[in-house]
């Protein structure tokens, strides 16, 4: 406190105790540090601690009990509490962590009861690994997701291997970044295989079919993504006309049928018409299997003219 002359005077004991006990009677308990400075308009907590020594002392000569200071929360509630936010960030908090997303108590609280005021050591009477030195970045920014999805790794390795989806379209359909789905593919040993969206060398059905569109004008789109999720072999895009070409081999490999099914009931939900040939359907007449594109995309567009062919 300072005078109008810019000295600083003196604040007396019996204004410093009535302050402290008028706190601890508008908040219920004795105040903590924290607590006095938010509530009170004479002094500082930081100048009472000193003067007195402590603020445990100043609390007992204001005639207060300073073992009150905290809510009396039962030990049983703190675990739930503290369990909760472990499973909400998937591993255990750091102090400020725990501050920031507690509903009950505070870190202090949970170091005092559990550890004799170290967090790491409240963490292991709680049955959890002490967080490390160095955690993840908090939620924002670029780093939003990082360490704090939770991600089974045998389903990520069977959407990756087995039903042969991109990391990109792993991340969409599970909602986290594509940064998180790589780093846990790499965590769980999983080889990180060219992207399934790129352009790949075409097949001979697929060539034949190319050639017989471009030689009708038919525009088309060749291996073209599809929200991001599947790649379609060729997308006639005003008629949202799909055309999938099923090589005799691959396409009757195990779970290639159900893949298949998948795939064609996404895109006939976004309204996309699907035209699958086989292998040796295009190879034996492509010109049949062209001619029935045709006709789908007629009756779609029934305004357009049959070019003669």
């Not at 170290?118 to 993840?136: D, F, I, M, Q, V």
Request: net charge positive; proline share 7%.
């Amino acid at each position: 406190m300072s005078s109008p002359q810019g000295k600083s005077v003196e604040i007396p004991r019996k204004l410093l105790f009535d302050e402290v006990r008028r706190v601890a009677h508008q908040l219920g308990k004795p105040p903590t540090m924290v607590e006095f400075d938010r509530y009170s308009k004479v002094g500082r907590s930081v100048t009472c601690a000193k003067k007195f020594q402590g603020w445990k002392q100043f609390l007992t000569q204001a005639g207060l009990n300073p073992d009150a200071t905290r809510d009396n929360i039962p030990y049983e509630e703190l675990k739930q509490e503290f369990s909760r936010i472990h499973d909400l960030l998937g591993r255990t908090p750091t102090c400020e962590e725990f501050s920031e997303f507690k509903q009950i108590g505070s870190s202090s609280t949970i170091a005092s009861r559990f550890g004799k005021g170290s967090w790491p050591e409240a963490c292991k009477a709680l049955g959890y690994l002490p967080p490390p030195k160095h955690p993840p970045p908090a939620i924002g920014g670029w780093n939003k997701g990082v360490d704090r999805v939770k991600l089974n790794e045998d389903k990520l390795r069977f959407m990756y291997e087995i039903e042969s989806l991109s990391a990109s379209a792993i991340a969409i359909q599970l909602k986290c970044s594509l940064n998180t789905v790589l780093r846990r593919l790499a965590r769980a040993g999983v080889e990180i295989k060219q992207h399934y969206y790129q352009q790949q060398q075409e097949t001979t059905p697929e060539s034949l079919l190319y050639a017989e569109l471009e030689r009708r004008r038919i525009p088309f789109m060749r291996q073209q993504p599809i929200d991001g999720l599947y790649v379609v072999d060729a997308l006639i895009p005003g008629a949202k006309i799909v055309v999938e070409c099923d090589g005799d081999y691959w396409h009757t490999l195990p779970g290639a049928p159900e893949r298949d099914k998948r795939k064609d009931k996404y895109l006939k939900a976004r309204h996309y018409h699907v035209l699958r040939f086989h292998e040796s359907e295009l190879k034996t007449d492509v010109k049949a299997c062209v001619d029935r594109i045709e006709e789908e995309w007629d009756r779609i567009r029934p305004k357009r003219k049959k070019r003669n062919t």
